[in-house]
């Protein structure tokens, strides 16, 4: 395994696609309503992005025929944006990417449509706290394990279950470089952590069994078992003090 070691100006071109991912995260959040069409999300996702300079960088990529993956309640990840409308109660997960001069920025929000029973709400809010407890641990002089297990342990001192299928990664140039991070591990392994490393790591957490399924659109992964499922990402940078977030406003 090979990771890319990014310069200080390398970094802040990231920064600047990660820039428009926020923006634009915080923008389709606001439009999440019940009635609004997952379509309608994509459509405003590509032209807020094109508008900003950045280029939607899921379109195309392996195929993929969308600016955005919208998954919801027990999808986790990769839902192709159609003519579904969002209804009230719904677990709606975001994830969109850019590129801006080269460099990748990625990043994933999940959001409740309208009043949402206590079971989802707890679940949106444990995901997003177990990303900011892998945040916090991905220090230099660290290792990649301690940010798996920092993830694994917020999410199962809580009752709920990390996906094991599905990993954040690597990224710079590349929307997915070395390496692979799981969302769960043993603390002190793996790679020691090193200013300019670039992550972009998203938890994946759900209400019941960790086993996934793929749907017949050979993308939308969903729990296996029905359970819900929460999904939150930001790219980061490694530096001599705590992570710099790349995809924050």
Same mark, same amino acid.
């Given at each position: ?26 923008? /389709?959040?606001? *439009?999440?309503?019940?009635? +609004?069409?997952?379509? #309608?999300?994509?459509?405003? @996702? =590509?032209?807020? !992005? ?65 009043? /949402?029973?206590? *079971?989802?709400?707890?679940? +949106?809010?444990?995901? #997003?706290?177990?990303?900011? @407890? =892998?945040?916090? !641990? ?112």
């Amino acid at each position: 395994m090979s990771i890319i070691i990014k310069s200080d100006n390398e970094v802040d071109l990231m920064a600047k696609a990660g820039r428009i991912v926020a923006e634009v995260l915080q923008l /389709l959040k606001a *439009e999440v309503r019940p009635g +609004i069409s997952t379509r #309608e999300l994509d459509i405003i @996702a =590509g032209q807020e !992005a094109n508008r900003r300079g950045g280029i939607p960088s899921f379109k195309g990529y392996r195929g993929y025929p969308a600016n955005i993956c919208v998954s919801i309640n027990e999808q986790i990840v990769h839902g192709i944006p159609d003519k579904r409308v969002l209804m009230s109660g719904d677990v709606v997960s975001v994830d969109f990417g850019v590129i801006y001069e080269g460099f990748q920025g990625d990043a994933a929000i999940t959001v409740g449509v309208g009043k /949402l029973a206590t *079971e989802a709400s707890e679940l +949106i809010k444990v995901t #997003e706290g177990s990303l900011t @407890a =892998g945040i916090k !641990a991905a220090k230099s002089g660290a290792r990649l394990g301690d940010i798996s297990y920092a993830i694994q342990e917020y999410v199962e001192s809580r009752g709920l279950t990390v996906i094991r299928e599905y990993t954040g990664h690597g990224i710079g140039r590349d929307m997915h470089e070395d390496p692979q991070i799981p969302n769960f591990g043993i603390p002190g392994q793996g790679t020691v952590l090193r200013k300019g490393m670039t992550f972009a790591l998203e938890p994946m957490v759900c209400t019941g069994d960790w086993h996934t399924r793929v749907g017949a659109d050979n993308w939308t992964v969903s729990t296996a078992d029905g359970g819900l499922a929460a999904h939150f990402e930001h790219t980061i940078a490694v530096t001599d003090g705590t992570a710099r977030i790349l995809t924050a406003l």
